[in-house]
């Protein structure tokens, strides 16, 4: 496998979806686990004003420089609120920003989610969940550390 420096591969990912074409590339990182893995397949699409503000949709957004895919929480006016699935931190940018939307993805086991489905839907409504009991959890571990 030959390594791109992402500089190129998100000029390119840019240049696919201003001419409105789908691009599938590897993913890197681990903010959005477990939704997303380190080294599955992820297809962009351009993103329209209809399927950037739905809650499910999974944003590639510029921010400070760089690239990132989170999760769209809500918008302030103009500004976009987005965040990772396995963070506590929120990013917020501008609409101008949003370069593509998650239209799907390929597991490492080949199994291939597309994000327009019922399934998505209720698999993303946990989330929230999710991340609350591992903020409890980590709480809870500084709490036993503390009286330790």
């Not at 327009?116 to 946990?126: C, D, E, G, R, V």
């Amino acid at each position: 496998m030959i390594k791109v420096p992402n500089e190129i591969v998100f000029e390119e990912v840019e240049e696919c979806v201003a001419r409105g074409e789908n691009i599938t590339i590897p993913l890197r990182g681990t903010s959005m686990a477990p939704t997303l893995e380190d080294g599955c397949l992820i297809t962009l699409s351009p993103a329209r004003n209809t399927n950037v503000l739905n809650k499910n949709a999974v944003l590639l957004f510029r921010y400070n420089g760089k690239h990132i895919l989170h999760r769209f929480h809500h918008t302030e006016g103009e500004t976009i609120v987005a965040r990772g699935d396995n963070l506590y931190t929120f990013e917020k940018f501008n609409r101008k920003d949003i370069v593509a939307v998650l239209s799907s993805f390929r597991k490492k086991n080949g199994t291939v989610i597309y994000c327009n489905t019922f399934s998505w839907k209720i698999t993303t409504f946990f989330i929230p969940a999710v991340r609350f009991k591992k903020w409890i959890i980590r709480k809870f571990k500084k709490h036993i550390l503390r009286t330790v």
